[in-house]
């Protein structure tokens, strides 16, 4: 979401290329791991799964979280050096207070925009106009916000584009701004566009110690307020905003179908489209998608309540469907409608019972929208469902809501001889998927909820 010249803006929810002109090097020769598992087996049973909810590390779980959805629109990813806006890198403590503060609230996945407009010098372009290849902080920052977020036990969900980059081009305070049109539309431009810069930045996450924090890759943001002409499969036709270059249904699935192949190419994170609202329910059916995602706000509430426009009578089976976007302290009352007001604590949990696979809050941090991110209100779902909205470790100040694995207790601990440690060295495994070396690698080791856990790994024998 985004507002430009609209007071509210979309709806409802829940689930090729080989890169010759980036920075750093020829695209490896590999085969992707299989989507979710991080080249897991899945054997072992599944603790608290969610009936259709989104399966990611052999888990199936509520994506429960919020967007970020910048710190500095267009920045947070590559910087905007001619402004002055650093990316993650470069303000890595300013970033890691806001994860804190978002774990604290109990989120788990935040939803990240990385290209809503193409302010960045760390994407290069030639003379067509087209990406030719990324540099500058852009593989830093991806690198350290996937570095921070396993240090606070999050999920990302990043999201490469939005409705915003179909704005004219301009020249603007020293940049050049480019609109996205011409590359959506143009074959040759648009493989440009897929094998310089969403390629190498798949690649980027897929070769980073701290991948499977890169949960999924949202592929562009309400889509629908770019587009004009008829729904191809429904009978919502498209309206665009203002001040946009729209492209046709037609043009814009041709592009995000490619995209997805490739990111399922060279990623083994989830695929999805954040979708504007309830209204085109069904207008990507036809690209592979992991998840849907839907949006909702209150003219959704108005016209698709979501009670009654349950995802059964939006067409939307077979896949997750998760609510990527909605107002951080709830829908507003619709009188008219005979439909009360709805707080935030209260929509999520409808939505749980509903069987959407996810909510993500809007948003987080910025200040130029009217909508109050409040912890208490976050993390009331989290401390009712710690086990079911939670993907990763279960770490921090949450505690790890798991049942204790049977036959795995640590022996009682014995005065060790002539005055030494009274530690027994076990390697009891920490919560999870991972291993007592993985999480010493990862430098887990002095976490409180590793406290008994992989004592002789951690060298506290």
């Known amino acids: 979401m985004r507002y430009v010249c609209l007071c509210v803006v979309l709806g409802l929810v829940l689930p090729v290329a080989s890169g010759c002109g980036d920075d750093w090097g020829p695209d490896p020769a590999r085969q992707p791991d299989p989507r979710g598992t991080m080249g897991q087996s899945c054997a ?7 009936e259709g909810g989104v399966e990611w590390q052999c888990k199936k779980r509520f994506m429960y979280g919020t967007n970020w959805a910048w710190r500095e629109f267009a920045a947070d990813f590559g910087g905007v050096a001619a402004w002055g806006k650093q990316g993650v890198s470069e303000a890595s403590d300013a970033f890691d207070a806001g994860m804190r503060e978002m774990k604290q609230a109990g989120v788990n996945v935040i939803r990240w925009w990385m290209f809503p407009a193409f302010r960045t010098d760390s994407i290069k372009f030639g003379p067509d106009d087209a990406p030719t290849g990324i540099g500058g902080t852009l593989k830093a920052d991806i690198e350290k916000a996937l570095e921070l977020a396993d240090r606070h036990d999050l999920y990302i969900m990043l999201t490469l584009f939005s409705f915003d980059n179909f704005e004219h081009s301009e020249h603007s305070q020293g940049i050049q701004i480019r609109s996205i049109k011409p590359m959506v539309t143009d074959a040759s431009r648009r493989r ?6 969403v390629a190498p930045v798949a690649r980027a996450v897929e070769g980073s110690p701290f991948k499977h ?10 889509p629908e307020w770019a587009m004009k002409g008829p729904n191809l499969h429904g009978p919502s036709s498209f309206d665009p905003m203002k001040g946009l270059e729209p492209v046709t249904h037609r043009q814009m699935e041709t592009f995000l179908g490619e995209m ?3 990111l399922h190419e060279h990623s083994s994170a989830l695929v999805t489209i954040g979708q504007a609202g309830a209204k085109w329910a069904r207008a990507w059916i036809n690209v592979d998608v992991d998840f849907h995602q839907l949006h909702y706000y209150d003219w959704l ?3 698709y309540p979501y009670k009654s426009k349950t995802l059964e009578a939006l067409g939307l089976t077979g896949k997750p469907v998760v609510m990527g976007e909605f107002p951080a302290q709830g829908l507003s009352a619709i009188p008219s409608r005979d439909l ?3 707080p935030m604590p209260q929509l999520v949990e409808d939505l749980y019972a509903l069987g959407y696979a996810g909510t993500l809050s809007w948003d987080y941090g910025s200040a130029d929208f009217p909508f109050k991110f409040v912890k208490a209100d976050h993390r009331r779902f989290t401390e009712q469902n710690p086990c079911e909205a939670t993907f990763g470790s279960l770490g921090g100040d949450l505690g790890d809501p ?5 036959n795995k207790e640590p022996a009682p601990k014995q005065p060790a001889p002539g ?8 390697d009891l495994p920490p919560p999870g998927d991972y291993t007592c070396a993985q999480q010493e690698g990862w430098g887990k080791c002095d976490e409180p909820w590793m406290e008994g856990k992989c004592d002789k790994t951690c060298g506290r024998c």
């Open 44 to 50: 072992s049973a599944d603790v608290c799964p969610v």
């Open 192 to 197: 440009k566009l897929l094998e310089n810069l």
């Open 213 to 222: 924090r890169m949960i999924a890759w949202d592929m562009i943001n309400e």
């Open 260 to 262: 997805a192949d490739v």
């Open 301 to 303: 509430y108005e016209w």
């Open 340 to 342: 009360p007001a709805v």
């Open 402 to 406: 798991r049942p204790p694995a049977p």
């Open 419 to 426: 005055g030494g440690s009274s530690k027994t060295c076990t």
